[in-house]
C-alpha cells in the first residue's frame, strides 16, 4: 500500500506540472520552436569536409638582442656599484650605435649570491654576490646588427643572447595567410564536390586551425663596412620569417 500512494503522488505531482505548462500560452509554442530549429540544424545534409594551409615567407624587418653586462663583488652593495659603473660604460657604446626608430630598454636586473661548493655533506658558503643587468635592444636595420653587437662587446657587455628575428606587422602577413589557406580550402571543396557531380551549396562552418610564425631561416646578408684599419663586424645574416595558417571548412553539397 505505501508504495502504491507513493507511485499516486508521483502522478498527482506530474499531472499538476503539465496543467501548469498549459496554463503559460506561448511556453509550449516557445518549446516546439526550439525542438523546430533543432531539426534543421541537425538534419541530415550531406557535406563535405576540407582543410587548407598555406605558409607566406617575409623578410625580417627587426631584429632583437638581449646585452647584458654582469659584474661580482664581496658585498651586494659593491657588486651593485660595480655593475652600475660597468652599466653606464655599456650605455655610453649602445646609444650612438642605434639609429632612427631603434630602441632600448631595461628587461632584467638581479643581485644573487655566489656559492662554493662544499664537500659532501657541508652547508654552502658564500663566497660573493654578482650583479647583473639586462638591456634589450630593438633594431630595423638589419644590417646593423653585428655593429651594434661589436659596440656592445666593446662597451663592456658579457652577456650577449636572445637573437631573434622578427615582423613589424607580422598580423597583416598573417591575414593574407588566413585568405590563402580559406581559399585553398573551398578550391579543394568545389573540386570534390565537381568529382561527386554535386556543387556546394554554401559554407557550413570555418575554423582556423592552430597558426603562428614558423620560425626564421638565416641568410647570408651585407654588412657595414668597418672603418679603415678596424676589425670587421660580427658577421650576423639576416631572415625569413615563415608565417603560416590552417582553415578548416565544412560546406554544404546538393545538386
Not at 511556453?27 to 563535405?48: C, M, R, W
Not at 578550391?187 to 556543387?199: K, P, V
Request: hydrophobic fraction near 45%; glycine fraction near 8%.
Amino acid at each position: 500500500t505505501r508504495l502504491h500512494n507513493k507511485g499516486e503522488l508521483k502522478y498527482r505531482i506530474v499531472s499538476m506540472l503539465l496543467s501548469a505548462l498549459g496554463c503559460v500560452p506561448g511556453l509550449i509554442a516557445q518549446s516546439e520552436a526550439v525542438s523546430i530549429n533543432a531539426a534543421l540544424h541537425t538534419s541530415d545534409k550531406p557535406y563535405i569536409q576540407v582543410k587548407g594551409e598555406t605558409a607566406i615567407r617575409a623578410k625580417a624587418d627587426e631584429a632583437v638582442i638581449d646585452i647584458g653586462v654582469v659584474t661580482e663583488a664581496a658585498t651586494p652593495a659593491s657588486a651593485a656599484a660595480t655593475n652600475a659603473t660597468a652599466s653606464t660604460v655599456l650605455m655610453a657604446h649602445l646609444r650612438p650605435a642605434l639609429v632612427g626608430s631603434d630602441q632600448i630598454t631595461n628587461t632584467a636586473y638581479s643581485i644573487q649570491p655566489i656559492y662554493r661548493n662544499p664537500k659532501p655533506g657541508a652547508a654552502p658558503t658564500v663566497t660573493g654576490y654578482s650583479a647583473a643587468n639586462v638591456v634589450t635592444v630593438v633594431l630595423h636595420e638589419l644590417t646593423r646588427t653585428g655593429y651594434v653587437i661589436d659596440a656592445a662587446v666593446q662597451g663592456g657587455a658579457n652577456q650577449i643572447g636572445g637573437l631573434q628575428f622578427r615582423l613589424k606587422d607580422e598580423q597583416s602577413v598573417h591575414d593574407r595567410a588566413l585568405r590563402e589557406a580559406a581559399a585553398r580550402a573551398r578550391s579543394s571543396a568545389e573540386a570534390m564536390a565537381a568529382g561527386l557531380g554535386l556543387r556546394v551549396v554554401r559554407v557550413l562552418s570555418a575554423e582556423e586551425g592552430a597558426t603562428g610564425s614558423g620560425g626564421f631561416e638565416m641568410h647570408k646578408a651585407a654588412a657595414l663596412p668597418p672603418p679603415a684599419g678596424a676589425a670587421p663586424p660580427t658577421p650576423i645574416a639576416d631572415a625569413t620569417i615563415e608565417v603560416d595558417a590552417t582553415v578548416s571548412l565544412r560546406v554544404e553539397i546538393g545538386q
